[in-house]
């Protein structure tokens, strides 16, 4: 089993749809949890960051970890054409510089 | 105010020659990272740089691959008679301070394509 699983989509949804992109993990010790955007040919850039469990909001973008299921998400409300992009998530230890990340899902928001 | 730089941004090279590829932090970051990202695939940790003490260089997939950093600065990832599956794209990335929660903040990357 990967430690870190992300459906690869792709996903594509009509603009001003909320989206909804997760991520599942096998090892119990990770505690920090990030999301990375990342646009065609570009390096990954960090959108929300929390640790442990709970939520997380800024504007339209809210990460969620659920720590018991090993579950994290990321919902993106009233997505717009200039979220199209592959979003990808990580995770690491405390004390670890090491961030492991899922394959990425790829958004399209279409117009 | 620059951000991590990279270069070249695109090689092309023939199976067996040697590549390196150059990283220029931003300034300040004292750790800095190698990440490799193969088509479909997520982001694979090469190694690991923080200060002056010896790199993390767990995650390099094969004794041709090696990377230097001099003068707690600029970076150098060097692969050896590249093959076809070193096809990639080769990303750095630096932080103020290595550990986790600090913001990691990438390069554009280096495309590479063995032919």
């Known amino acids: 089993q990967k430690e870190v699983e992300q459906d690869p989509g792709p996903l594509s949804v009509p603009e001003g749809a909320i989206v909804s992109l997760n991520c599942t993990y096998s090892n119990s010790a990770f505690q920090y949890f990030m999301w990375y955007r990342q646009y065609s040919r570009k390096g990954p850039e960090l959108l929300m960051y929390?640790?442990?469990?709970g939520n997380k909001e800024d504007g339209r973008f809210t990460a969620q970890v659920d720590k018991s299921s090993k579950y994290i998400s990321l919902f993106i409300r009233d997505s717009q054409p200039s979220d199209s992009a592959t979003y990808l998530c990580a995770i690491t230890q405390g004390g670890s510089e090491k961030l492991v990340f899922g394959k990425g899902t790829k958004l399209t928001v279409n117009p | 105010g620059a951000g991590v730089s990279q270069s070249p941004s695109n090689k092309v090279t023939e199976k067996g020659k040697d590549v390196e590829l150059r990283c220029d932090p931003i300034s300040g970051h004292t750790a800095l990272y190698w990440y490799r990202q193969s088509l479909g695939q997520g982001l694979e940790f090469l190694i690991y740089?923080?200060?002056?003490?010896?790199?993390?260089k767990s995650g390099l997939p094969s004794d041709r691959f090696s990377a230097e950093r001099t003068g707690g600065s600029v970076s150098t990832l060097t692969i050896q008679r590249t093959q076809q599956e070193d096809s990639a794209v080769y990303l750095c990335?630096?932080?103020?301070?290595?550990?986790?929660?600090?913001?990691?903040?990438f390069g554009e990357g280096s495309w590479l394509t063995v032919v």
């Open positions: 740089f923080q200060g002056n003490s010896a790199p993390d």
């Open positions: 929390t640790y442990s469990s």
């Open positions: 990335a630096s932080s103020f301070t290595g550990g986790a929660g600090n913001t990691i903040y």
